[in-house]
């Protein structure tokens, strides 16, 4: 039986070379997550400005409108 150290028991295997789709699913991956980390930081910019907003405007509140009576059309006769 061969003599085991630790350079012979615990091997890792050589990495495999990258294939094309590898590449390109990589250098995807890096563009989506790059949009979203801008898309999170516009929305988080946005909401703050939208609640400092709405904290510095006095509330309007709005009365409701009375119905009142309907406006009635009127035919005219058909002579």
Known sequence: MAELTKTTAFTTPD????????????????IIDGETKQR?????RLRKARLDREAGAPVKTVAPK???????????AIT
Request: net charge positive; proline share 9%; no cysteine.
């Open 15 to 30: 990495p495999r070379p990258q294939t094309p789709m590898d590449k390109i699913t990589r250098a995807a991956t890096e």
């Open 40 to 44: 999170q930081v516009k929305t988080a």
């Open 66 to 76: 009375s119905k009142g009576a309907r406006a009635k059309t009127r035919l005219k």
